[in-house]
């Protein structure tokens, strides 16, 4: 599979509007549930964290291929995000993305010395978007009536 710059956009759409999804490492099966922030210039998907999290211990010594799950039924977005995730430093983009929900998480606030700020640099995403639940019911009860497969919507390959 292709892609073409409006299934690009649509998944940077989409993925702007969830939250959340599950990272890991490719070599560790174990998912973590992580608020992402997205970056569709760079392809990048930043996280904040803390430096003793097993993921940020994991990628101490350097980048390690990971994977970040996305299921988000109301978006109409699933997708299986590929790349590579490192430590980064960058006070800026920390500065950037700092919300009320990590100043839940660090009693210090931006100044905490335990934050640790993780990129993910995309290499490559199989992504699965549909119309959401109502379209999905709507789908299932015409294919009941018509005898027609439900249109479940477009399933697609990035590359970053």
Partial sequence: MTHTDDQSRDFWDRLDDINSGMLGLVQDPRLVPMSHYAEPETGTLWFITAKGTDLAQAVAGG??????????????????????????????????????????????????????????????????????NLRFLYEIAKSKITGSQPDMGRHFALSF
Avoid: C, Y
């Fill in 63 to 132: 980048p390690a291929p990971a994977l970040h799950v996305v299921t988000e039924e109301s978006a109409g977005l699933f997708a299986r995000i590929e790349g590579t995730l490192s430590l980064s430093d960058d006070r800026a983009k920390l500065d950037e993305l700092w919300n009320a929900v990590a100043a839940s998480w660090f009693e210090d606030g931006k100044q905490d010395p335990d934050i640790q700020l993780m990129r993910l640099d995309l290499t490559a995403a199989e992504v699965w978007l549909t119309g959401g």
